[in-house]
């Protein structure tokens, strides 16, 4: 990480209820609107089940749910993060995909104890960029378990 | 053609022609009478000598040769079928296997044959000679026909129109046989001379050997030439004569009716002469397999394969890398097949419609092609197993006999090539462990012969292939106590293990129950092999058994049918799809007919008692439809056992391509991938066997 975080990072600024949030645009295929989600049985319940991406069937999971938040009804402005890691596909759930910014990594800070009650292994860092304030997911530890 | 594009026809054949062999000398142990099936195998090993002769493999033809002599006694009645003859003819068949294999990797098929020469010589005895004699009658039928008197000259079709064209314009032909004298120094010249004197006659259209070869002297004394000419036949025979050191002059008129129906004749007998050969070819080759006559089109095509290959070398070998790929793209279309269905549904168009229904059956056959270019029967693996199972219970002094069931059933050519080995680990397992020696056989009240049952069925998204033998059965005692001296297990865990889970015991790494070390197996290295092999391939193997009675392994592995059938379903307005494989029937019930039976709703089905699975409780929907007077039931089974699915309405039956749920979703209890329907949404394909217990 340590040569990442010298260079500067693009990011995808989105929101989780009145806090925002970022993840390294590396990691992100698409951005879909929502679409009909396939409920699985017998799976944790922020795994919300699968959607058909262009004939690629793909998980997606409720970061709200994820990160214990309150639950609310998707709307106009609720999108999925079509995220890509190692190959594998997996899409979040956000209330609304808001930017693509640059951002330095000298303007990571470490994370406060607490922010907005998500866990602090969840997050990477916080960005202070002007007036804005967000935080920078740890991808690695939101992803389900992989199983070989 | 090369012959090494004729070497992959020969491994291919010859393997074939030796299994067939194989399988015919284990159903002639069993008839010994029966001469039918000596001819056959006679056949197959002539077929083999043949084209081990001709691809140059002197080894094999010689050795298939003996075995062909040998099998001519018997077939003449002069040698009974005696298990020390068959061991005898087995062990020839061993080697011809040996050097068809070191011919397919690469080797020249070479083999030290002495020993088995001299063993199937002295089954011979002094019926050997025989064989030379044959050798010879042919070696002199052969040149009979270069002693007649006439000038031998043939003429190709152009030459023939030569012929009449120039009879017509009043020329005269002549066959000349010039022999030069036997001290004639300069050939070549002689023959320049003759030639030159020839053509101030007339025109020379022939010379055998050719006027090149001539130059050359390439040749012994004497030559033909044909010569058109106007001259009379004995001004050419004065012409000649005059040139010195010419030993004799024969002139023959050339009579081009006559050289026209020899040709035509020649020809004819080419043609049956082939035309036998074929038939003979084809004869052997159709009743080589009687049991693979079955009506898949994948094995008529390949019949009609192997009737060509031969001349025409019909197949080709692809890359199973390029049949992923080609499936893959596949998958695609059926995908976007079942959404043009869709839409030309709603759209009502006609014209649409019709060309959707064409595109529809055209991919359906697509799809029935490049399925079963990689599906193959089991039988693949299954038929070297009978002669396995018969050397080794020689070899144990044991009496079994091996019974194949659903030798036809299909799977996927890569999991194919897979489960031999870890096959023949647990067949020889259950012949050296499971079956008992007659005398112990006896004294337990069993009969002698013990019987080990190989069964291979499709059931869901898996086929199933189950080993299970009449033997001596696990002991669940031995098999603790082992397991506590290797420590594999302790005290406390053995406690709560279960039957089953003490006999997968058996498969722990370093674990032998046997108490005296064989040949055959015994290491205690085979059994955790063949659960690793089987577990690579994503399958499980589970062990039944009952002391005294006899044990059950039995292998459930996938399918790897990307593309399959299925039956949607609809629970609590979500939809499902069960594979049809897995499906017995459907049904409708009406509430009052099912019963309580230990906490288990069932129904008395067709005179059985069904178990009844609400999918909607174990898929814990979150929706529940209202309730109904009766139950729509999908009657599903897992090799014997059936149970009933309750949904809450049954849409139809469906080609889907299955797709996986990826990494981040693996083990769903119930649940074995998902698809995509014709709308774009996705459904999930239920694993109906973990729902029989």
């Known amino acids: 990480m340590t040569v990442a975080e010298k260079k500067d990072l693009k990011v995808i600024v989105f929101q989780l209820k009145d806090e925002e949030y970022a993840i390294e645009v590396d990691y992100v295929t698409s951005i879909e609107k929502m679409q009909k989600i396939t409920r699985i049985p017998g799976v944790p319940s922020y795994i919300k089940g699968v959607m058909n991406l262009r004939g690629v069937i793909i998980p997606v999971v409720d970061l709200r749910s994820r990160f214990q938040l309150e639950e609310i009804d998707y709307e106009e402005n609720t999108r999925i993060l079509v995220l890509n890691k190692d190959g594998d596909e997996i899409g979040f759930i956000v209330d609304g995909a808001n930017d693509v910014i640059d951002i330095s990594s000298t303007d990571i800070e470490p994370t406060p104890e607490v922010v907005g009650g998500v866990k602090e292994e969840y997050l990477r860092g916080v960005v202070k960029m002007g007036d804005r304030l967000f935080t920078l997911l740890h991808l690695e530890k939101i992803l389900p378990k992989v199983k070989d | ?693």
Do not use: C, W
Not at chain 2, 315 to 343: A, C, P, Y
């Open chain 2, 1 to 693: 053609m090369s012959q090494s594009e004729y070497l992959e026809v020969f491994i291919d054949e010859s393997e074939e022609h030796l299994q067939a062999i194989n399988d015919n000398l284990l159903k002639l142990e069993n008839e010994p009478d029966n001469m039918d099936i000596v001819s056959e195998i006679f056949r197959s090993a002539h077929t083999l000598k043949g084209m081990g002769a001709t691809m140059g493999f002197e080894d094999l033809a010689n050795l298939t040769h003996n075995m062909e002599n040998v099998l001519d006694l018997i077939r003449n009645g002069e040698l009974e079928v005696t298990p020390e003859v068959m061991d005898i003819i087995f062990d020839a068949v061993d080697d011809i296997e040996e050097m068809v294999t070191d011919i397919a990797s690469g080797g020249d098929g070479s083999r030290d044959i002495q020993e088995i020469t001299k063993q199937l010589e002295s089954l011979q005895g002094i019926e050997t000679e025989d064989a030379g004699e044959e050798v010879a009658a042919t070696a002199t039928a052969a040149p009979t026909t270069e002693t007649s008197d006439e000038i031998e000259e043939t003429f190709d079709e152009y030459e023939l129109t030569v012929l009449s064209q120039s009879e017509e314009q009043g020329y005269k032909a002549f066959k000349i046989l010039v022999t030069l004298d036997e001290k004639t120094m300069l050939k070549g010249v002689r023959v320049f001379m003759v030639f030159e004197t020839l053509e101030e006659a007339g025109e020379i259209i022939k010379s055998t050997p050719s006027a090149e070869d001539l130059e050359n002297e390439k040749f012994e004394l004497s030559f033909v030439v044909t010569l058109l000419t106007h001259e009379s036949k004995t001004d050419i025979q004065k012409r000649i004569e005059k040139i010195s050191e010419i030993a004799s002059v024969k002139i023959e008129e050339v009579n081009v009716k006559q050289e026209k129906q020899k040709k035509l004749a020649l020809e004819e007998k080419e043609h049956q002469e082939a035309q036998q050969k074929e038939e003979k070819g084809t004869k052997g080759k159709k009743e080589k397999k009687p049991s693979q006559q079955s009506s898949s089109p994948k094995e008529k095509s390949s019949s009609n394969k192997k009737q060509k290959g031969m001349e025409l070398n019909k197949t080709i070998r692809v890359n199973i890398d390029r049949l992923d790929v080609l499936m893959n793209l596949f998958e695609e279309l059926v995908i976007d097949r079942g959404r043009l269905e869709q839409i030309s549904s709603e759209l009502n168009n006609n014209e649409l419609q019709e060309t959707v229904e064409r595109m529809s059956r055209i991919t359906g056959d697509l799809q029935e092609i490049i399925l079963n270019m990689r599906m193959m029967p089991v039988e693949q693996v299954f038929n070297r197993f009978p002669r396995m199972v018969r050397s080794l219970s020689r070899e144990l002094n044991k009496k079994v006999k091996l019974e194949i069931i659903g030798a036809d059933t299909e799977l996927d050519r890569t999991i194919i090539d897979e489960i031999g080995d870890p096959l023949v680990h647990l067949i020889r397992n259950s012949l050296d462990h499971g079956i008992e020696t007659p005398d112990e056989r006896v004294a337990k009240g069993k009969p002698e012969e013990g019987i080990v049952k190989l069964r291979a069925f499709h059931s869901g998204n898996h086929v199933f292939i189950e080993i299970e033998d009449d033997g001596a059965g696990i002991d669940k005692e031995k098999i603790m106590n082992k397991a506590l001296e290797n420590g594999v297990v302790t005290d406390e865990d053995l406690e709560k293990m279960t039957d089953q889970q003490i006999y997968s015991l058996l498969f722990a790494s370093g674990f032998s129950t046997a108490e005296k070390v064989t040949d055959v197996s015994g290491r205690g290295v085979g059994l955790d092999v063949v659960r690793t092999t089987f577990e690579s391939l994503g399958g499980v193997v589970t062990v039944d058994s009952e002391l005294g009675k006899g044990s059950l392994f039995s292998i459930q592995l996938p399918l790897t049918l990307s593309i399959i059938d299925v039956m949607l379903v609809e629970v609590a307005q979500e939809k499902y799809a069960i594979p049809l494989t897995a499906i017995v029937e459907t049904a409708i019930v009406e509430k009052k007919d099912v019963y309580n039976a230990h906490n288990q709703k069932v129904i008395d089905f067709r005179g059985k008692v069904v178990p009844l699975v609400f999918l909607d409780e174990i898929f814990d929907a979150p929706l529940k439809n209202e309730e109904q007077d009766f139950y729509s039931l999908v009657i599903v089974h897992k090799g014997e056992k059936v149970a009933g699915l309750v949904v809450d309405s049954l849409i139809g039956q469906h080609d889907i391509v299955l797709k996986s749920l990826g990494n981040y979703l693996t083990n769903v209890f119930a649940i074995s991938g998902a698809t995509i329907l014709g709308d774009g949404q996705v459904a999930l394909i239920v694993d109906t066997n973990e729902l029989i217990k």
